[in-house]
């Protein structure tokens, strides 16, 4: 089955400690994104990857990182959460969209974050 | 910021009822799509318009663009109690590949 599986689905931590949020999906795709999604805000996009060691910043990106160093996955990190980054976050994925016949993104299921 | 801009923020009507929510943007963009989401679940890609297409339908769905005012309309025909959910528009500006939404619709079906 096609899909984007994000660990965990669930966090509560406490500000400062570091945290990752993995991202993985099986369909070859080329073009990998994180959103957080806030109430009232939509979605934003905070880092998206065109390909393999190729990142590039979305519209909210301070106070992340992330890589590429495999094709399947990318890893969001928080190096020191603060609780302004609270939020709901998806990872998704699509073919590259420069390819001719463009195809939308596929989302996971989502990964709720707290930070005391 | 370019997020953009939905409206209306909430909508409840009828179920057999017609739903339309609207979208504006702020930038040149190369397509326009409409997503779904079910209660904090993942987004659901439900139908694509491209820069140089006016309209589009798929199924109960049918998609307006207008590039000379930045705006798109999604009209959902013959609205069911499944069709609940909010509704977001998402752009990818032209020379980039970053994608922006809209903040969304809510979209309530009554049975």
């Known amino acids: 089955e096609a899909q984007v599986t994000q660990n965990p689905r669930y966090l509560i931590t406490v500000t400062g400690k570091k945290l990752t949020v993995t991202c993985s999906q099986n369909?070859?795709?080329?073009?990998m994104s994180w959103y957080r999604q806030d109430p009232g805000l939509g979605l934003r996009q905070i880092y998206y990857s065109m390909n393999v060691e190729v990142t590039d910043k979305g519209d909210v990106p301070e106070g992340y990182k992330v890589s590429r160093k495999e094709k399947r996955n990318f890893p969001l990190i928080l190096e020191s959460p603060s609780p302004n980054q609270t939020s709901l976050y998806f990872c998704?994925?699509?073919?590259?969209?420069?390819?001719?016949?463009?195809?939308?993104?596929?989302f996971g299921d989502g990964t709720r974050l707290s930070i005391l | 910021s370019q997020q953009g801009e939905e409206d209306p923020q909430a909508l409840s009507i009828q179920e057999g009822e017609n739903a339309t929510m609207n979208c504006s943007y702020k930038?040149?963009?190369?397509?326009l799509q409409w997503y779904r989401q079910n209660s904090g679940r993942g987004l659901v890609h439900l139908i694509l318009i491209r820069s140089n297409e006016r309209e589009k339908h798929s199924g109960r769905l049918r998609v307006t663009l207008d590039t000379s005012k930045k705006s798109s309309s999604l009209l959902i025909t013959a609205s069911r109690a499944a069709d609940t959910a909010s509704y977001f528009c998402?752009?990818?500006?032209?020379?980039?590949?970053?994608?922006?939404f809209g903040t969304g619709t809510r979209l309530k079906v009554l049975a």
């Open positions: 998402a752009t990818d500006a032209t020379g980039t590949y970053k994608y922006i």
């Open positions: 369909m070859n795709h080329e073009y």
């Open positions: 930038t040149s963009i190369n397509n």
């Open positions: 998704a994925s699509q073919p590259n969209p420069d390819s001719s016949g463009f195809q939308p993104q596929h």
